[in-house]
Structure formats: C-alpha cells, structure tokens
C-alpha cells in the first residue's frame, strides 16, 4: 500500500486524459497481458500496473493529451525486467514512443 502511495506521489502528475478515465480498457488489456509476459520484476518496477490502480498512474506509462485517451508513451528503461514480449503490445495502436532498453526481454517486437 504504501509503495502504491509513493509511486502515486511521484508519477500521478502524468496527464489524466488516458483511456481509464474515459472507459476504454483496450489499452489496458493490451498492457496487462504484456505484463503477462514478464517473468522477472526484481525492482517491483510493475507493482502500479493493478487493476486497482488507473492506468495513466503506471508507472512508465503515458498518454495523449492531444486526442484524450489512447496511450502514446511506454518507457520501461532499464528496470531490470526480463520476459517475453507479447503481440499484445501490437494493440497500442496510437503508441509513438517505445523504450524497452536495457532490459532482458526476448522475442520480437509485434
Ligand atoms: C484533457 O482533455 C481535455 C479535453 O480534450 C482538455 O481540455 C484538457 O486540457 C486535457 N487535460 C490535460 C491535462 O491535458
Ligand atoms: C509523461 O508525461 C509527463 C508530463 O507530460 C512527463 O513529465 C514525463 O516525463 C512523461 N513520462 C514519460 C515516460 O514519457
Ligand atoms: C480504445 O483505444 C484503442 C487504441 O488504443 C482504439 O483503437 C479504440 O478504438 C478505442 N476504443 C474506444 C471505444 O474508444
Ligand atoms: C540502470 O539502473 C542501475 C540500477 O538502478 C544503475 O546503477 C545504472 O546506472 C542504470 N544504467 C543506465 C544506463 O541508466
Ligand atoms: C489484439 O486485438 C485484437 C483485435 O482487437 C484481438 O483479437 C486480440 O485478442 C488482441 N490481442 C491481445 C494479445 O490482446
């Protein structure tokens, strides 16, 4: 809970037009299930990424102030996570900035 507090502290400042707020849950679907695919959390770097928690608080995660809703940003660098990468992240469809590096994912990128 209260790791949940601070990582709501430090990136609940992202902009509130996402998806959640707006009742579409494809994007976060899409982001569940890659999460899905992701074996080892050593840092508990995904901890936010909850059903309780909206999704424009994940960490890493950001959204498009211009058309409100779809998510535009998932930047995961370097947070020691390791996994597959699943074609879901194919279904972000309005994602313009992907930044898995220095990470140990596998697989190809949908
Ligand atoms: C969210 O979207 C609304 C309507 O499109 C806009 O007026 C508002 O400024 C946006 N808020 C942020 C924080 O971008
Ligand atoms: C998300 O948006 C906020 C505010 O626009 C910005 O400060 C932050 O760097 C962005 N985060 C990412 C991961 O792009
Ligand atoms: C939800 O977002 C996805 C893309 O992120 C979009 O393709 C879909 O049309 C949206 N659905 C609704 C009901 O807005
Ligand atoms: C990656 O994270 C580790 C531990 O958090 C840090 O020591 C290292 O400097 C970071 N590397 C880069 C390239 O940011
Ligand atoms: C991606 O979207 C398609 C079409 O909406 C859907 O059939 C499929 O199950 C989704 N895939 C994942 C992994 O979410």
């Avoid at 211009?66 to 194919?90: E, K």
């Amino acid at each position: 809970m209260l790791v949940a507090v601070l990582l709501l502290l430090f990136y609940g400042v992202n902009d509130a037009n996402c998806s959640a707020v707006h009742g579409n849950t494809t994007d976060r679907h899409s982001l569940l299930d890659f999460k899905e695919g992701i074996t080892e959390d050593p840092t508990g770097a995904l901890y936010s990424w909850s059903d309780n928690i909206h999704y424009y608080m994940w960490l890493g995660v950001n959204c498009s102030t211009r058309h409100p809703g779809p998510i535009t940003v998932l930047d995961l660098y370097n947070l020691s996570l390791a996994g597959q990468i699943t074609p879901s992240l194919g279904n972000l469809t309005f994602l313009r900035s992907l930044d898995l590096g220095s990470n140990r994912f596998t697989g190809q990128l949908p």
